[in-house]
């Protein structure tokens, strides 16, 4: 298992990624499943000029499509 440091700056939280889960963009999309938080990059340069200017994701109206059942997390070994 590969471990972060959680760091408090200012009322923020920040984390320091091991250099094997750095991202090369500069903007990730988060989001929360259960207990897990979920960061994807987002490449702006493949959507059209001004979209996410335009789209409203805190919107409450706004839900993600059902993306049907995760398949169940391994094992670890922690011992």
């Known amino acids: 298992m590969t471990t972060a ?9 920040t984390i320091s990624l091991p250099d094997e889960y750095r991202f090369n963009d500069a903007t990730v999309s988060i989001r929360k499943e259960g207990d897990a938080v979920i960061l994807e990059p987002v490449r702006l340069d493949a959507w059209p ?9 805190d919107d409450p109206a706004f839900t993600r499509p059902v993306q ?9 070994d922690c011992g």
Not at 49 to 57: L, M, N, R, T
Not at 68 to 76: H, I, M, N, T, Y
């Open 68 to 76: 049907g059942e995760a398949p169940p997390a391994p094992k670890l």
């Open 5 to 13: 440091r959680i760091i408090s700056i200012d009322g923020h939280q």
């Open 49 to 57: 000029p001004g979209f996410f200017e335009a789209i409203h994701i």
